[in-house]
């Protein structure tokens, strides 16, 4: 089914298969009978795979990364498909259009996008009202940036009041800082600029912790196209200043594997197929030097339970998918928690976590 329909929005111009398909998932959420429906289809259900982060309960580890439900119109009707979580944002602090159309583009021979959006944004205080619209059932990420029109100088400032604003809305919060559409914004990715983000991040988070009486998560998302001497920089930096997670990564600068493509030169971030084996290696590299002390969320070219089980045994705790959910339509999490479910049994174990440990000390070794 989902390939017909697939062929169908693949007709449209990419933002506007895209801005359809949020319609209709809106749609669909509100005719009686069909969200019922939707789960009875997609959702999957197995306890194996329930796993326990930051202090928060998963239903499944396979979650929707950030950029889809930029405005956080969808998030009920998204549960509905199964997601054991969903990341909306990016959110600015005020509202911001984003770059110029035409800025969304299919490789659909690599199972790949290049996006320039740029973080098209209603702000924080429309899309506030849009979370508290729908009801939700599961984990809530709320991702967040700085406006365009912001410098680099005055960025704490609007993360910190992003995160104010979302902070009792959120089950975790992402900094992202990774995006490279955003003119400069990963400059913040090392230096004095990171320790001092992170420094006025976690004071904010301590301080609303104690107000609110609710301490909710911080996660910083990064970016595939640092070395490794960056990528051990940053998570330093995590630990120093005792983070809840790192989701590595956002989309690539590089174009490795889609060279032939015409569109290759178009300028953005690819995200899919071909960014999969450098995601898998940012999420190593911080596993071996973060052994275990802070949590990882994969994401980046994950289309399947393979994709997902190398994953996690490279070190994620858990993934998201994004580009693999255009290609692969609403069933990837179905597909990719089965997979996952077979790996765990055959592992002889009862829950992933336990099957994970052990693919990842080499007791148990198998694909
Ligand atoms: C069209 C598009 C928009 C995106 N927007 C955001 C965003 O607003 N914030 C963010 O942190 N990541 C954003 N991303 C990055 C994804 O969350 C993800 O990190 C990246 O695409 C790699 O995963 P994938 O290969 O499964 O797509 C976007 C990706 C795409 C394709």
């Known amino acids: 089914m989902y390939p017909l329909i697939r062929t169908l929005l693949f007709l449209l111009d990419a933002e506007t298969s895209h801005q359809l398909t949020l319609f209709l998932l809106r749609i669909v959420n509100q005719i009686p009978g069909l969200p019922a429906l939707l789960r009875a289809l997609y959702r999957p259900h197995s306890n194996a795979l329930a796993v326990e982060l930051m202090g928060l309960q998963f239903p499944n580890p396979v979650g929707l990364a950030a950029g889809l439900d930029k405005n956080a119109e969808c998030v009920p009707a998204l549960f509905n498909i199964g997601f054991g979580a969903i990341e909306i944002g990016t959110v600015t602090p005020r509202p911001q259009p984003g770059n110029e159309t035409k800025r969304l583009f299919r490789l659909p ?9 740029g973080f098209p944004s209603v702000g924080v205080d429309a ?33 910190l009041s992003a995160f104010r604003a979302v902070y009792a809305s959120a089950n975790y919060v992402t900094i992202n800082i990774s995006s490279p559409n955003t003119p400069n914004l990963r400059d913040l990715q090392s230096g ?31 970016a595939p196209d640092l070395d490794e001497g960056e990528i051990v920089a940053v998570a330093d930096q995590v630990q120093k200043h005792k983070l809840d997670a790192v989701i590595a990564t956002n989309t690539t600068i590089e174009r490795n594997g889609v060279e032939d493509e015409l569109l290759a030169t178009e300028i953005g971030g690819l995200s899919g197929r071909p960014l999969k084996e450098r995601s898998t ?3 190593r590299i911080l596993y071996n030097h973060l052994k275990g002390t802070i949590p990882i969320i994969g994401v980046g070219g994950i289309e399947n339970a393979d994709d997902a089980w190398d994953r996690l045994v490279a070190g994620a705790d858990l993934i998201q998918v994004y ?3 255009i290609y692969e339509g609403p069933a990837i999490v179905k597909n990719i928690c089965r997979g996952l479910e077979k790996r765990v049994l055959a592992a002889g174990c009862n829950t992933l976590t336990e099957a994970v440990a ?9 694909r």
């Open 358 to 366: 052990m693919a990842r000390t080499g007791i148990h070794l198998m």
């Open 127 to 159: 899309f506030l009202k849009n979370l508290r619209g729908g009801n939700r059932t599961g984990v809530v990420g709320i991702n967040i940036g700085k406006n365009k029109n912001t410098s680099n100088d005055q960025a704490i400032d609007d993360y």
């Open 192 to 222: 004095n600029a990171l320790d001092d983000l992170l420094d006025a991040l976690k004071h904010e988070q301590i301080m609303l912790g104690k107000t609110r009486n609710i301490y909710v998560p911080i996660a910083l998302k990064i």
């Open 323 to 325: 580009t693999g959910f």
């Open 109 to 117: 021979r690599h199972h790949a996008l290049i996006n320039r959006m």
């Open 281 to 283: 290696q940012v999420v």
